[in-house]
């Protein structure tokens, strides 16, 4: 038996890991995201043992690539010269290995060097050869990085082989619009990609994707990832915000998104924030209002529909700190009955609302529409639905103080009466559509003064006023001649008054004759032939036979028919 040269026992011999893992050699598609070689990730590969049987140990070069190889030998049927060969063997592979790495000439000595020091080193003096691998690997996984680096940033998606195990720094961000104020959001944080659909699409697309979405829709997507939470909240998408149905709290709601856009700013304020939508429902008290008003000075729209708890202190701030405020529309707010600016050191001035929507609003009396309109003298769309306690003294403040007031709804104010009309009568031509629904105490009277003064009305609307009969609408078709929407149901109105209707209206597209018991299918022919440009006619509960529906459906082609007659069908 051969005797060993270093005098070492052949129960001692200890194992050795292959110098190619140190050099972190894989033909896996091994992941470092930092882009250094991890030694730990080879040390965790020393599973694999080999034991050699009788005959000798047959090396397997694919061993060299996916394991960290053993060598153990059996201390009665070894010899030491077949030892010998297959660790010759073993560095002949390894120097063959180092030839095929891609290595520019200035890496050369360091090849060398290693190579040199794999043939001096015994065999089994471990710790001084794996020390050099260590040192020699560092400094190599270094330059090959260096060489490596414009090829994986060239093609990053490629396996190109060993060099893909050192990844590169990531590549420039995307670049942001104006939005962002050329800010970098992404700096300082890794960017980790995705393979998904949305990866492949550009800040920009993402952005205008977002805006079809709604507030509640934002706030959802921002949780997705760290991308989508920095463009969810870009300012651009919150100038509307809107906040629907019952189960939203809107104190929660406006809170969180002011939190969210006041902490992009350096002055804290909101100004993307223009229009703010609270409806069906949702739950905002004074508090809410009051942060508005500090934190969105360039609000110009706000819709409180139903808002039960609203007073008009938080309405006065509002209006005193959002001097751009146009739209308001606080239908449904019991408790509000005045709208006015808080006073102070500056000279008082008026605000710049255009629209004002009060339906529902049942505390506002006389005295608060007057303060409003003095304060308003801008409104040209003015709605007073259902607002019990209006009287006609009240509304003779309109026209003395919104000259250029275009609508006006007093509909279902039951105390409004013919003298409240001859004051809404100065308005004048100025004036295209007023309702006054079911105020059963209006007349040919008021009516007639209306059509003589008013006489560039578009819509006018007396349903449920049964005093209205064939004179005021004998009046109103000379003098509204560009009439297009008209609603006289259950009113005293027959075919006589349709016939002047239609010989004088030519233009109307939308008539309502519901429950107008005195029209007959004579009436119904003459809108019919005159009036060939109809959209909508309403006939429920009418004397209408089937004579007359296809007289409309004869001579008005696109014309919907509105009937409860089972005989049309």
């Given amino acids: 038996m051969n005797q060993n040269p270093f005098g070492l026992g052949k129960h001692k011999i200890q194992p050795m890991v292959c110098p190619l893992v140190h050099l972190g050699y894989n033909n896996g598609t091994n992941k470092n995201i930092n882009g250094a070689l991890d030694e730990d990730n080879y040390n965790s590969m020393q599973n694999d043992h080999y034991t050699a049987n009788k005959k000798p140990m047959q090396m397997n070069s694919n061993n060299l690539n996916t394991n960290s190889t053993y060598y153990y030998y059996d201390q ?40 040199k020091s794999c043939l001096n080193s015994n065999y089994w003096e471990e710790e001084r050869c794996c020390d050099k691998l260590k040192k020699t690997s560092s400094i190599l996984g270094e330059t090959v990085q260096k060489n490596y680096l414009k090829l994986s940033k060239f093609n990053p998606n490629v396996d190109q082989g060993y060099h893909t195990l050192v990844s590169t720094s990531p590549g420039p961000l995307l670049s942001y619009s104006a939005w962002t104020d050329g800010q970098n959001p992404y700096k300082g944080k890794k960017n980790h990609s995705k ?106 729209h706000l819709q409180l529909h139903g808002c039960l708890t609203v007073t008009n202190n938080a309405l006065f701030e509002i209006a005193t700190r959002c001097a751009n405020l146009q739209h308001l529309d606080v239908s449904g707010c019991i408790k509000i009955s005045c709208i006015s600016i808080n006073s102070g050191p500056e000279p008082p001035r008026r605000l710049q609302l255009q629209y004002l929507d009060l339906t529902d609003c049942i505390a506002l009396q006389d005295s608060g529409l007057e303060v409003i309109v003095h304060n308003c003298p801008q409104l040209a769309y003015f709605y007073l639905r259902r607002c019990m306690q209006i009287t006609d003294a009240g509304l003779k403040f309109v026209p003395s103080f919104c000259h250029g007031l275009r609508e006006l709804s007093v509909s279902d104010c039951s105390n409004i009466t013919d003298f409240g009309l001859y004051e809404l009568a100065k308005l004048g031509a100025t004036l295209r559509y007023l309702s006054v629904a ?31 009969s064939d004179d005021a609408m004998t009046v109103l078709a000379r003098s509204c001649t560009r009439l297009r929407a008209l609603d006289i149901g259950k009113c005293d109105v027959s075919d006589a008054g349709l016939r002047a209707l239609a010989e004088s209206c030519p233009n109307l597209k939308k008539l309502s004759l519901r429950n107008c018991d005195l029209v007959t299918d004579r009436g119904i022919h003459c809108i019919a032939y005159y009036c060939r440009g109809l959209q909508q006619l309403n006939i429920q509960d009418c004397q209408i036979s089937l004579e007359g529906y296809r007289a409309v459906k004869q001579y008005c082609k696109r014309c919907v028919i509105e009937h409860t007659n089972p005989g049309f069908f």
């Fill in 76 to 115: 009665h049927n070894d010899s030491y010269s077949t030892e010998e060969l297959n660790y010759n063997k073993t560095l002949e592979e390894s120097n063959t290995h180092l030839k095929n790495l891609d290595l520019s000439s200035e890496n050369d000595d360091f090849a060398m060097n290693l190579r």
């Fill in 195 to 300: 393979n998904n659909s949305f990866d492949h699409l550009s800040d920009k697309i993402l952005v205008r994707i977002f805006s079809f979405l709604s507030s509640v829709d934002l706030s959802i997507c921002a949780q997705v990832c760290r991308r989508f939470e920095i463009l969810a909240w870009t300012p651009i998408l919150w100038r509307i915000i809107r906040l629907e149905g019952d189960k939203i709290c809107g104190d929660k709601a406006v809170r969180g998104v002011l939190r969210q856009l006041c902490g992009q700013g350096r002055t804290g304020a909101c100004p993307s924030v223009e229009r703010v939508h609270v409806t069906d429902g949702a739950k905002l008290s004074d508090k809410s209002l009051l942060l508005l008003s500090r934190r969105c000075p360039e609000l110009t």
């Fill in 438 to 468: 079911k105020c059963d105490q209006v007349s040919d009277a008021g009516l007639k003064v209306i059509a003589r003064r008013c006489y560039k009305l578009r819509y006018l609307n007396v349903r449920g006023c049964e005093a209205v």
